[in-house]
């Protein structure tokens, strides 16, 4: 039996006209709990007294809404009957000894549960947020507590259900009240996934040790890729699935079953919908029945990996991109500028004192320090010292990495910005990127492309430059919304002509290659010099290996100065030398480019394949030096790179 019950009932417009009725029913029903008139005066009262007189009262009821303004039953009961629009009721029940197991026995947490989620309700509904309207009350049944919700739109128009949406509030219901235990399975998932990780190298080990050695190398596949490269000539239009002809899609369909055949690749596959079942289980006991990997539309992004990867092999040069290791130095960045203080119940945001001095301590690289400071200003509920940690344990800084305690402290980090956002007045496009971001890499959460679409473009409307460059990303990528090269390179280009230097980068590459928008060599030789000029200043200020490394790829191309290939690897040896692998890899194997490019776009193929699949389990945490995240990334890169595999779009993450 599912741990939780959600059941949705859709009513005509004009066919509940008696419909007031059932308001008065769920209000006043045996078992409904009802509101304390006056919390400080009830504390005096005795309370069988109490209860005597609530009970009797001529307007007693248990109805509430998104205020605590007391709510005329009558009123409310007239307004629902007299909407011209359809209506949707919902009710969510618990089992008894789950409810007491999680807390949800009183009228209070069921009321905020129903509140945290209106938005969801609404998402899932197609209703505007704004134009939502609604009422429930909770029963606080013996054997099942639930909770009763009447919605509907202002707008008569608006507003439908589907399976898919019932499927979503049963989810976002689901995800709340069994946060904790199903944050536990999260960490299972984590471990499953390292591990399948580990083997996943043994097997592309394997495949270049047979691409070094010209030995052959599943023809059939090759042929599917040339024969798919021959169509995407061909193919007018956006060159991405959605818009391909049916034949094509045919040819990528057939590439991704034959890549799905890898062992590993499958145990991935299989593990995922092993742990996608328990996930499931928290709201039915049916048993799901998953479609072949080539058919879920949950991979679709593998599917233009493929066309990307292929689309690639078009390209001789070795590509420079922006890693997410240098999203989260732009993070670092921002953190640096001064914030306004704000003070909640249970959460505040300081950076002044003793966070300062422990940012300062960071900075030289006084771990221990730091953390103390840090951990002082925690203890205060200071969510910028909690998130702090949070990055200290994911980056390893205090000893070996530790994902659980950084999952730990990051869970914190967004129950501390969700509990601000809603006051936080100027700070609120701050939280708003932030939130976005831990929603992205599922840090301290699972991962969810749509919360974070959903944050992160409040903050970028807000121009926070740093949430466009990431709104630019989500639309690149298509993760959170439908892919948009047009909107991506839009948002990228307000974030560049804001200041960032990542989004001067991304800007001028798409102008390059003329992705969404016209190809323009003048201007993108412009905003690569702005991207060179911000690369070198950091470099100034903090000679960080990886600014090291770009740099010396760029001087050595000629991409924002002018080319000069000495210069450009004498960068690249400062950053070897402060432990860049990339680095140390390119200053080893610069003579070594002699692998035909369909082979190399297999070994890239089934390099994203085995990310995008193993990205799914919502759990990222990517953070630079976190080698059980990067241990596979990193010996394939260095690999790839051996081999002169250029590193293709599919592995630019955001």
Not at 126 to 155: C, G, L, Q
Request: net charge positive.
């Amino acid at each position: 039996m599912p741990k939780i019950i959600v059941t949705s009932r859709y009513i005509k417009p004009k066919a509940h006209k008696k419909f007031g009725n059932y308001i008065k029913y769920i209000a006043t029903r045996e078992g409904v709990e009802k509101p304390m008139p006056n919390q400080n005066r009830t504390q005096e009262l005795d309370r069988e007294i109490f209860m005597n007189y609530l009970d009797s009262r001529p307007s007693s009821h248990g109805l509430f809404s998104v205020k605590d303004t007391p709510i005329v039953l009558d009123k409310a009961a007239k307004e629902v009957a007299n909407h011209e629009g359809a209506l949707w009721t919902h009710i969510v029940s618990l089992k008894r000894k789950d409810a007491e197991r999680m807390g949800y026995i009183d009228l209070r947490h069921w009321r905020d549960l129903v509140r945290r989620h209106i938005a969801d309700i609404a998402a899932a509904q197609k209703i505007v947020p704004d134009n939502i309207r609604w009422y429930a009350a909770f029963h606080n049944k013996e054997t099942n507590p639930h909770v009763h919700i009447v919605v509907y739109s202002v707008d008569p128009k608006e507003g439908y259900l589907t399976k898919e949406g019932i499927e979503k509030i049963r989810s976002a219901f689901a995800n709340d009240i069994y946060r904790d235990e199903l944050q536990n399975l999260y960490q299972q998932q984590t471990i499953v996934r390292d591990k399948l990780r580990s083997e996943a190298e043994n097997v592309m080990k394997d495949m270049l040790s047979e691409l070094q050695n010209n030995n052959e190398f599943d023809l059939q596949l090759e042929q599917l890729i040339l024969k798919l490269r021959s169509q995407l000539r061909n193919s007018k239009g956006k060159k991405v699935y959605g818009y391909l002809q049916p034949n094509v899609k045919k040819t990528v369909d057939q590439i991704v079953a034959e890549l799905a055949k890898n062992p590993v690749l499958k145990k991935m596959y299989d593990e995922w919908c092993e742990l996608e079942q328990r996930k499931y289980e928290t709201y039915t006991s049916a048993v799901q029945k998953f479609p072949t990997l080539e058919e879920n539309k949950v991979f679709k992004p593998i599917k233009n990996a493929v066309i990307q990867a292929v689309l690639n092999m078009d390209f001789s040069e070795q590509d420079i991109i922006v890693t997410n290791d240098e999203i989260l130095s732009q993070e670092d960045f921002e953190d640096t500028e001064p914030h306004e203080d704000i003070s909640g119940d249970d959460f505040r945001m300081n950076w002044r004192g003793d966070h300062r001095t422990a940012k300062k301590y960071l900075e030289e690289k006084q771990y221990e320090k730091a953390f103390e400071l840090f951990q002082s200003e925690a203890q205060k509920n200071n969510v910028p010292a909690i998130y702090s940690i949070a990055k200290m344990y994911q980056r390893g800084l205090l000893g070996k990495e530790n994902i659980s305690k950084a999952q730990e402290y990051f869970a914190e980090t967004l129950k501390g910005f969700l509990a601000l956002e809603p006051s936080a007045g100027k700070m609120q496009p701050y939280i708003w990127y932030h939130l976005g971001r831990l929603y992205n890499f599922g840090y301290g959460t699972e991962q969810d492309y749509s919360e974070a679409f959903k944050w992160l473009q409040k903050a970028a409307l807000a121009k926070n430059n740093y949430a466009q460059y990431s709104l630019g990303s989500l639309y690149f990528y298509g993760n959170g919304t439908q892919q948009d090269y047009t909107k991506a390179f839009s948002w990228y280009k307000k974030s560049a002509d804001s200041g960032n230097i990542f989004a001067c980068y991304s800007v001028a590459k798409m102008l390059a290659e003329g992705i969404g928008t016209e190809n323009n060599t003048e201007q993108a030789k412009l905003y690569f010099k702005n991207a060179y000029k911000g690369f070198w200043k950091i470099k100034d200020e903090n000679p960080d290996e990886k600014i090291l490394f770009r740099l010396g790829m760029m001087t050595i191309k000629g991409l924002g100065c002018e080319a000069d290939k000495e210069s450009g690897i004498e960068f690249i040896k400062q950053s070897a030398e402060l432990g860049n692998e990339y680095a140390k890899v390119f200053l080893e194997n610069m003579d070594r480019y002699n692998l035909t490019v369909t082979r190399n776009v297999v070994i890239s193929m089934l390099f994203s394949f085995g990310r995008l699949i193993s990205d799914d389990y919502n759990r990222s945490l990517r953070g630079q030096n976190m080698r059980t995240e990067h241990k596979l990334k990193s010996t394939i890169r260095r690999k790839k790179q051996a081999l002169g595999l250029k590193e293709g779009q599919t592995e630019q993450k955001f």
